[in-house]
T-cell receptor, first 114, second 113 residues
Framework: KAGVTQTPRYLIKTRGQQVTLSCSPI?????VSWYQQTPGQGLQFLFE???????NKGNFPGRFSGRQFSNSRSEMNVSTLELGDSALYLC?????????????FGPGTRLTVL | DQQVKQNSPSLSVQEGRISILNCDYT??????FLWYKKYPAEGPTFLIS?????DKNEDGRFTVFLNKSAKHLSLHIVPSQPGDSAVYFC????????????FGQGTRLTINP
């Protein structure tokens, strides 16, 4: 079974631009979560989508948004990029996103904001 | 406010010995805990988990211990192997919001031959 895939793997943008990252979950998984990893803050939860609906949300500004499609693929969008948005963005999928479903992570997208 | 803390940024252990990684949490609503391992340029890989109804869970060389009264969990790796060298993250969540994992800062484990 293929794992979680994320595209692109690396991205360089400048301040003020916007960016869209993509995540394809493991086949059959319906829950997709997004995390931001930075050296200073560690891994922080952004949001979770299930059945095309945002079900959980972390403490990030409204510049960070996402969506999920009917095939469970998810995209994350960051508008008006700031230098501090430079990070590794990780996507994780799980079957139902309930109880003790284990989340499986993709390799991440490394975003650099100049 | 760091709800999940891994106070040791790094740990060095000799091959064949026991590696013990520690994690403390502050939120009493957490009742599900996981350990992930991360290599450079890869996403975290799930290792082992434990729910609050247990105090120990074992899977091969990996054992997780949970002390709810102390709000402390630890991961034991026995025996340690060179391939175990990686960054280890502990994570926690309430079962109700199990997808909203709260991670510690990570501990870089180095296994020396």
């Amino acid at each position: 079974k293929a794992g979680v895939t994320q595209t692109p793997r690396y991205l360089i943008k400048t301040r003020g631009q916007q960016v869209t990252l993509s995540c394809s979950p493991i086949s059959g998984h319906r829950s997709v979560s997004w995390y931001q990893q930075t050296p200073g803050q560690g891994l922080q939860f952004l949001f979770e989508y299930f059945s095309e609906t945002q079900r959980n949300k972390g403490n990030f500004p409204g510049r960070f948004s996402g969506r999920q499609f009917s095939n469970s693929r998810s995209e994350m969008n960051v508008s008006t990029l700031e230098l501090g948005d430079s990070a590794l963005y990780l996507c994780a999928s799980s079957p139902e996103g309930r109880g003790i479903d284990t989340q499986y992570f993709g390799p991440g997208t490394r975003l650099t904001v100049l | 406010d760091q709800q999940v803390k891994q106070n040791s940024p790094s740990l060095s252990v000799q091959e064949g010995r026991i590696s013990i990684l520690n994690c403390d949490y502050t939120n009493s609503m957490f009742d599900y805990f996981l350990w992930y391992k991360k290599y450079p340029a890869e996403g975290p890989t799930f290792l082992i988990s434990i729910s609050s109804i247990k105090d120990k869970n074992e899977d091969g060389r990996f054992t997780v211990f949970l002390n709810k009264s102390a709000k402390h969990l630890s991961l034991h790796i026995v025996p340690s192997q060179p391939g175990d060298s990686a960054v280890y993250f502990c994570a926690a969540s309430p079962l109700q919001g199990a997808q909203k994992l709260v991670f510690g800062q990570g501990t870089r484990l180095t296994i020396n031959p």
